[in-house]
Structures are given as C-alpha cells and as structure tokens.
C-alpha cells in the first residue's frame, strides 16, 4: 500500500509542477523580446503632416487597442526625433503608441507600401 501512495505521488508531482519552479524555469526570458512590439498593438496609419520644429507626426490611424483610442487623425510626439527624416506626407506606415511623460508618443513604426 505505502508503495501505491508513494508512485501516486511522484505521479502526481511531476504532472503538476509548483508554480514558483515553473517561472524560475524561465525567468529572464521576456526581456529577449521586450523590444519588439506586440502586432495587436500596432496600428496601420497614413502619415499626414511631419513638423520637425515641434518634434511631432500628424497619423490618421485606426484604432489603437492598447490606448482605447478610435480612428481619428491626430498629431503624435516621436521616442525618437531622427524618425521624422524617415516620414513623409503621404506615408503609409504601421505603428505603435503610448502615452510617455503624459504626452501620446509613437513609440515604434515601420514603413509600409
């Protein structure tokens, strides 16, 4: 009998891992793809204005899920100013947004055609 509980067990715990065993497994892992941008939280836009002085891109977007914005066309703040000398009026681009220091920021964007 001892010998059927101790199987029993063992089955047990090694169908079932402990939680705490399971994320140590894997611990560090995320930060391998921290950088790129989920693909539901891009949003396809058509570039409508680029105003370096302000250091901002006017998108008429879709919706932009991880802000719970509508479509709407509105001016952005960039993570990265040299972005502006990539985007043109006219421009179809995918991008991703957030809000940064207060202010909505085009965080990633890729250039479509």
Do not use: C, S
């Amino acid at each position: 009998m001892k010998t059927v509980f101790i199987t029993a067990f063992i089955t047990l715990a090694a169908t079932f891992p402990a939680p705490g065993i399971a994320a140590d497994d894997h611990a560090g892992h995320g930060a391998l793809y921290a950088a790129a941008p989920a693909v539901a939280d891009m949003a396809d836009g058509l570039v409508k204005k680029v105003d370096k002085p302000a250091g901002k891109v006017t998108i008429a977007h879709g919706q932009l899920v991880n802000l719970g914005m509508p479509a709407m066309t509105m001016a952005f703040r960039v993570k990265n100013t040299a972005w502006l000398d990539q985007m043109k009026d006219g421009d179809k681009i995918r991008f991703m947004a957030d809000k940064v220091d207060g202010a909505y920021t085009v965080v990633h964007f890729e250039r479509t055609k």
